[in-house]
């Protein structure tokens, strides 16, 4: 997500290896520069973060270690605006949250994102209102989003936008839920309609946040109309989607201080999980390459139950993980969103991210495959892959449209897998992990991936 901002800095870092010299001080200061403007950072925070960096590094002392805390002291700077991070909810239930921006900028589906995280990880309970009547798809994606989620929708496309706002806000109060998310209509620019009839919602359901969703890919336009958004409205936080697709990711690192409202989350990818709080220490720390442990325990500690963990845990130490486990596993990290994602916030795993690419655990043609295979086991094959011979896994190849060879490999990466698991679960197991992933890192990487 941040892989060339973060390859920048790292160069720019390698270019001083010695105290005390200047002229290395330099070609790193306009190495990273040149890494700013071109990843779409403003031109006015670029000089302002290069003068800062500077002056703090020669006062500390040129060295690569003051440096790079010059540089991570500025980035946190640059990056914080005055008021909330992540969602703040009111001291009162229900959190009334205004979802604004223009059309085609991903606001629907980061209301419905939101929607999910709300739910799954800080388990509350969460209505959205559809009061978004000017296009006309618009409500039933929303209807189909609250459906794949599990959370209550008020919507009628034959009402106004306030009866509906109207109509949540009651129902809210009535039957005590704690976030109400208001999506409202967006146009292509913003024009004098729009802009009146935010104001109309916004002083009909008195929101606590007013969020504006802003299309990353648009670069310097985003912070433009997130100004505009703020002067006329008055907006509390920024939402960046699309975020994964915008390979340089410098508009992140300036639309905060040149807007002076809070980044509050990132879009990280296509699917509901994909939206991850932004904290500008955190992010910091991962645009130096250093990962985000804590967003990571965070995020995996409100999905993944600790109960179940543990059974699992136990089952692997005693070599008893079964098909009917890994299908349980796969289902605990649909929810955590994407690979790529979280592999980033592990220390040191930028490059391995990278190697993922996009890796759709989910739909992976070798997952699909697995699933039609355990799909086809009796329960007594699931709970004991020992049981399955020859004339069973002729069974299970024609039953998942898969031929016997196939469903024999399928069956022995499971149990290599398991037994690897088994092994690094008991006494010197993480000391076996870091070397695997020192192995990997080092240019072996995962079977089968890109090099």
Not at 269 to 293: V, Y
Not at 315 to 344: H, R, T
Not at 386 to 403: E, V, Y
Not at 418 to 447: I, T, V
Request: charged share 30%; aromatic share 4%; net charge positive.
């Amino acid at each position: 997500m941040f892989d060339t901002l973060t390859d920048s800095f790292k160069n720019a870092i390698g270019k001083i290896r010695f105290h005390d010299d200047e002229k290395a001080l330099k070609k790193a200061l306009a190495e990273l520069k040149k890494a700013l403007l071109k990843s779409d950072v403003h031109h006015k925070v670029v000089k302002e973060l290069i003068v800062t960096v500077e002056k703090e590094t020669k006062a500390a002392g040129i060295g690569k270690e003051s440096f790079m805390k010059a540089l991570q002291d500025e980035l946190v700077r640059i990056l914080t605006a005055k008021g909330n991070q992540g969602f703040v909810f009111a001291s009162r239930p229900p959190t009334v949250v205004l979802m604004t921006g223009l059309q085609g900028s991903g606001k629907t589906t980061t209301t419905g994102k939101l929607a999910y995280m709300l739910k799954e990880q800080k388990k509350k309970k969460v209505l959205i209102a559809a009061a978004d009547l000017q296009r006309l798809a618009a409500v039933e994606q929303l209807r189909q989003i609250a459906e794949q989620i599990g959370v209550d929708l008020v919507a009628d496309e034959n009402a106004t936008p306030d009866e509906v706002v109207k109509r949540a806000l009651k129902k809210a109060e009535d039957e005590l839920y704690d976030v109400v998310l208001i999506d409202t209509a967006g146009r292509l620019a913003i024009d004098e309609e729009l802009m009146e009839e935010l104001a109309r919602i916004r002083d009909l359901a008195q929101p606590d946040e007013i969020f504006y969703v802003a299309d990353a890919m648009t670069g310097m336009d985003a912070v433009r109309t997130a100004q505009t958004f703020k002067d006329k409205i008055g907006i509390t936080g920024v939402i960046l989607s699309k975020f994964d697709a915008d390979s340089k990711g410098g508009v992140a690192l300036g639309i905060a201080h040149q807007v002076g409202v809070p980044l509050r989350f990132i879009g990280s990818g296509e699917k509901m999980p994909d939206l991850e709080p932004f904290i500008p220490e955190r992010i910091t720390s991962r645009l130096m390459g250093a990962g985000d442990i804590e967003g990571l325990a965070e995020k995996t500690a409100a999905v993944i139950d600790e109960k179940t963990a543990k059974r699992v845990t136990q089952k692997i130490k005693k070599g008893k993980f079964n098909f009917n486990d890994f299908l349980e596993q796969m289902e605990q990290m649909k929810k955590l969103g994407s690979m790529k994602s979280l592999i980033g916030m592990i220390p040191g795993m930028g490059n391995m991210a990278k190697q993922l690419g996009d890796l759709d655990l989910e739909n992976s043609k070798e997952v699909k495959h697995i699933k039609a295979m355990i799909s086809s086991m009796t329960p007594k094959e699931r709970e004991n892959p020992d049981l399955l011979n020859n004339s069973r896994k002729r069974r299970i190849a024609q039953g998942a449209g898969l031929s016997q060879m196939e469903v024999n490999r399928v069956i022995k990466q499971f149990k290599n897998a398991a037994k690897m698991a088994k092994k690094l679960s008991g006494k010197g197991g993480m000391k076996q992990m870091q070397d695997l992933m020192k192995q990997m890192q080092g240019g072996g990487g995962f079977p089968g991936m890109p090099r």
